[in-house]
DNA sequence: TTGTTGCTTGACACTATGTAAAGTTGACAG
DNA sequence: CTGTCAACTTTACATAGTGTCAAGCAACAA
């Protein structure tokens, strides 16, 4: 079995991403995980010396297993601008539900733990990347709205694709996954495109 | 004198605040309340159960202190939908850096403490109430986009005008006040209303 | 005087993180 | 077969912050 031969460490990853998936970020605590593991408390902290590596060390195990960048990076296929945006939209929207319960963990560590901040920042400054090329791609094409410079289409394309954002409709709003892309993709284009191009 | 009793409560609500503005809500303990507020650690205690219980209260002590529903109901004497729309972001979004200390402690809280969770739910029930006032003046004006309900409309301009994305805008990618005022304000009236109204 | 109110002081239970150290087990090299 | 090493276990403990409990004290009122 394969999972058999999983690496202990592997295996603790997995079981601390299946519970941050499940219930709240929060109570998923060092025991919880090791238990879920399948090994005692006190190994986890032979392989993570604390919890927030721990969860950086989840960030990028689940970065590899998802393949976020290969993902992200689809979008660069794309002929035009507005299609570059319209696929880069699409590619993150999917992401977001499938790292939301790391996200949760990050987010509620985020005003405690500095290094965990930190990681997390990094993390979205990949996705800011994306956007920038996005709005640069428009910007290249002519179509980006003259009321932004490539700057402030980069920010607001990163804030309207922030997991926070995503939460909030999704959850907080009860809207589906296809509803936020479809309305959030409109935003981004009714907010970036320049009307001629609309 | 009963208002002796008052003012403890008052000096402690003022104390918490003040150290939520300053520093790291998570940072901010129930010791360094007391000790800010002139009183034992204990006799918060007398006052609010919990620490949730207090940020509770701090809550609602900050929104009669700021006057919150006062001004955001100003919007309310505006003669259009559009400039209803207007005045509201601007009078909340001049808010948020008055309760970003606060904001930050209930952020952190969020995943970790129910009650506190439904308590800011609640007072961002109130914003959402404003929002939807907004966008149901501008569809009373048949001004309002044909690509969203008043629901999604509601729903879109609360996920704009969130701590999260002024946050991200303000904190994050270091944006002004005024520009985030003006670019979250031009966003909102080029996803709401409908083309012919620009 | 006696009782009440609002606070103080000090002790303690609990939870979770993280540290430390000694013991167990199994693989593998000689 | 034996010794060694690494990974893991078990147990104990330090630490930080929340929240509880109880005794005491000062001011003030009936």
Redesign the pocket.
Known sequence: MSSENL???T?ILNAALNLLQQGPAA??????I?KAA?????????????????MIAAARHLDQVKEVDARLADSRAATSGAQRLRSFIDAWGHFMPEIWGLAKAFLAMRET?EAAAAAWDDRMQAVRHGCQAAVSALDQDDQLSSAVTVKQGTDLLWALLSIETWRRLTHDCGWSQAAYIDHITRLAEVALLNRGSL
Chains 1, 2 share one sequence.
């Open positions: 690496h202990t460490q295996k109570k998923t605590r060092m025991s919880d090791a399948g090994i005692s408390r006190q190994a986890v902290y032979l392989h993570y010396p604390s919890r927030a590596d721990l733990d």
